[in-house]
């Protein structure tokens, strides 16, 4: 089993910045792909952004490429969502996820957060 604790979380104004943070604990953080997805309300759930278990491979959304980074620090069990020039339309819950192989479609995750709301005002 694997846990995840997504934070980082809140409320910004379009054009400003937030880090989200996902911390695994359980098996051995450093062989799994991570990745960020995001849903809004009425919405199906988006592929934001994941990573590779070495960080040297990384994958965007078409929506957040520019602006968004994805990193992870494997001493530290931990993967950031780092969010620059947020839109309104970024707003959402964001899920951290594991996989054994990076990939961007959501059935190919078998870890999930339990998610932490963004919100950016207009």
């Known amino acids: 089993q694997v846990q995840l604790v997504e934070s980082g979380g809140g409320l910004v104004q379009a054009g400003g910045s937030l880090r989200l943070s996902c911390a695994a604990s359980?098996?051995?953080?450093?062989?799994?792909?991570m990745a960020w997805f995001r849903q809004a309300p009425g919405k199906e759930r988006e592929f934001v952004a994941a990573?590779?278990?070495?960080?040297?491979?990384?994958f965007y959304g078409d929506s957040v490429k520019g602006r968004f980074t994805i990193s992870r620090d494997n001493a530290k069990n931990t993967v950031y969502l780092q969010m620059n020039s947020l839109k309104p339309e970024d707003t959402a819950v964001y899920y951290c996820?594991?996989?054994?192989?990076?990939?961007?479609?959501?059935?190919?995750?078998?870890?999930w957060g339990q998610g932490t709301q963004v919100t950016v005002s207009s």
């Open positions: 990573i590779n278990w070495t960080g040297g491979t990384t």
């Open positions: 359980g098996r051995p953080f450093s062989r799994y792909a």
């Open positions: 996820a594991v996989a054994w192989v990076v990939g961007t479609h959501d059935n190919e995750y078998n870890y």
